[in-house]
């Protein structure tokens, strides 16, 4: 390869320009990505506003919400890029790009940097309507929930371009989405705490980032520092999305046949 062929910022730069302004005019997704997640939230804090809860014990609402904020960016996320990454591709724009110097790599981080921008936006946004409009109660630091919610969400991006290697058709794309995401909601503690779990399903929860997002999230709901456990989370959780990226840049397809 070519150094030409090398990751370069400039050209990342410009791609992340590029998305960012496809996004501006798709309306749609943008209320997806924006106005979705708070209205889910919305559905849960109605769900479960007049559920009596234990004393001594946080509110239903408040504890799983709370996760919610970091489980709903990263499902919408995945959606949203895997799709727009098939199209790119069936369209024929991801061949005509890709005998430019631009990289693989120089694509896939312009596209997390432009959907980590929307999600920075989006967790911001949700935050702020969860924490007024319905009265979510974090004792820590709500600017940590937004970095936990974004740095997941960018987990989903880099798991949707990831995903979208495998799909030929938009239809594929969006089965691909229960196969992905439906085992790390069941596995992460959210329905069943982990240490409940037979030993064989904790492995496999182990081995799922959101686990440790939700982890995460947990640890800022009931602590007021932020605590070591949660930092090492967002680790693991920032880690496990630059694999997909790598691994995306690497089964990256130039058509789909």
């Given at each position: 390869?070519?150094?030409?062929r090398?990751?370069?910022?400039?050209?990342?730069l410009?791609?992340?320009?590029?998305?960012?302004r496809?996004?501006?005019h798709d309306?749609?997704t943008?209320?997806?990505m924006?106005?979705?997640p708070?209205?889910?939230?919305?559905?849960?804090?109605l769900?479960?506003?007049?559920?009596?809860?234990?004393p001594g014990?946080?509110?239903?609402?408040?504890?799983v919400?709370?996760?919610?904020?970091?489980?709903?960016?990263?499902?919408?996320m995945?959606?949203v890029?895997?799709?727009?990454?098939?199209?790119e591709?069936t369209?024929?724009?991801?061949?005509?790009?890709?005998?430019?110097?631009?990289?693989r790599?120089d694509l896939?981080l312009g596209?997390?940097?432009?959907?980590?921008?929307?999600?920075?936006?989006?967790?911001?946004?949700?935050v702020?309507v969860?924490?007024?409009?319905?009265?979510l109660?974090?004792?820590?630091?709500?600017?940590l929930?937004v970095?936990i919610?974004?740095v997941?969400?960018?987990?989903?991006?880099?798991?949707?371009?990831l995903?979208?290697?495998?799909?030929r058709s938009e239809?594929?794309a969006?089965?691909?989405m229960?196969?992905?995401?439906l085992?790390?909601?069941?596995?992460?503690?959210l329905?069943?705490?982990r240490?409940q779990?037979?030993?064989?399903l904790?492995a496999?929860?182990?081995?799922?980032?959101?686990?440790y997002a939700?982890e995460?999230?947990?640890?800022v709901?009931r602590?007021?520092e932020?605590?070591?456990?949660?930092?090492?989370?967002v680790?693991?959780v920032s880690?496990?999305?630059?694999?997909?990226?790598?691994?995306?840049?690497a089964?990256?397809?130039?058509r789909?046949d």
């Amino acid at each position: 390869m070519s150094a030409t062929r090398h990751l370069t910022a400039g050209l990342t730069l410009a791609t992340t320009t590029r998305v960012l302004r496809q996004l501006r005019h798709d309306h749609r997704t943008i209320a997806m990505m924006l106005v979705l997640p708070s209205l889910l939230l919305g559905l849960l804090y109605l769900l479960w506003r007049d559920v009596p809860t234990v004393p001594g014990q946080p509110d239903t609402f408040d504890r799983v919400g709370l996760t919610m904020l970091g489980v709903f960016p990263f499902v919408v996320m995945f959606l949203v890029t895997s799709i727009a990454m098939l199209r790119e591709r069936t369209s024929g724009t991801l061949e005509r790009l890709l005998t430019t110097p631009l990289s693989r790599l120089d694509l896939l981080l312009g596209y997390g940097l432009a959907f980590g921008l929307a999600a920075a936006l989006q967790a911001i946004g949700t935050v702020t309507v969860a924490t007024t409009l319905y009265d979510l109660d974090v004792a820590g630091s709500l600017w940590l929930v937004v970095l936990i919610a974004v740095v997941d969400a960018v987990l989903g991006v880099a798991l949707g371009l990831l995903a979208s290697a495998f799909a030929r058709s938009e239809f594929q794309a969006v089965q691909l989405m229960p196969v992905v995401v439906l085992p790390h909601f069941f596995l992460c503690g959210l329905l069943v705490p982990r240490e409940q779990m037979a030993g064989w399903l904790q492995a496999i929860s182990d081995a799922l980032p959101l686990t440790y997002a939700v982890e995460a999230l947990r640890e800022v709901g009931r602590s007021v520092e932020a605590t070591g456990t949660m930092w090492t989370d967002v680790g693991i959780v920032s880690g496990a999305a630059l694999l997909a990226l790598a691994l995306a840049a690497a089964t990256l397809r130039r058509r789909t046949d």
